[in-house]
């Protein structure tokens, strides 16, 4: 659970970091960028928004906390970019999906077989590392319709 929390501050940090760079006029991401990539992705076909999503999911599936850690800032801010752009009620939006995003990303990285090993287990639970980079994909494929 500490990973948990560690990423969320991390995911707030860096919202409060960019909103503040933003404010005094050094926008990490520019909010009409991120205006324009919303629009351009809500045409995408299903199948490209699906494979962009599933991108982010299986790199954390892939390499773990650093993905995880990384993963976090950039969500972080881009919903900072997202306020600024569209306002506070699809910040918002942004922000509870981006938690939900990152919740299931932090269960697969938890159960990533590197993870495991270095946490001294004593055997490596192929079966809930399968099971979350599974549900990470399915919830991709939610978030893509």
Do not use: C
């Not at 918002?92 to 999906?97: P, R």
């Not at 590197?114 to 980079?133: M, S, T």
Request: proline share 4%; glycine share 4%.
């Amino acid at each position: 659970m500490r990973w948990l929390y560690l990423t969320y501050v991390v995911y707030w940090s860096a919202f409060l970091i960019a909103l503040l760079l933003t404010a005094a006029g050094h926008p990490p991401i520019r909010p009409e960028a991120v205006a324009q990539a919303i629009n351009e992705t809500s045409s995408l076909p299903y199948e490209q928004r699906f494979a962009q999503a599933a991108a982010d999911f299986a790199i954390v599936a892939a390499l773990s906390y650093p993905a995880l850690l990384y993963a976090a800032t950039v969500y972080g801010a881009a919903t900072a970019a997202a306020a600024a752009a569209l306002g506070a009620a699809q910040a918002l939006l942004h922000a509870a999906v981006y938690h939900v995003a990152l919740l299931f990303m932090e269960e697969a990285a938890r159960w990533h077989p590197l993870a495991q090993k270095l946490g001294k287990r004593r055997k490596v639970e192929w079966g809930r590392y399968i099971l979350w980079v599974a549900a990470s994909i399915s919830l991709a494929g939610v978030l893509s319709l």
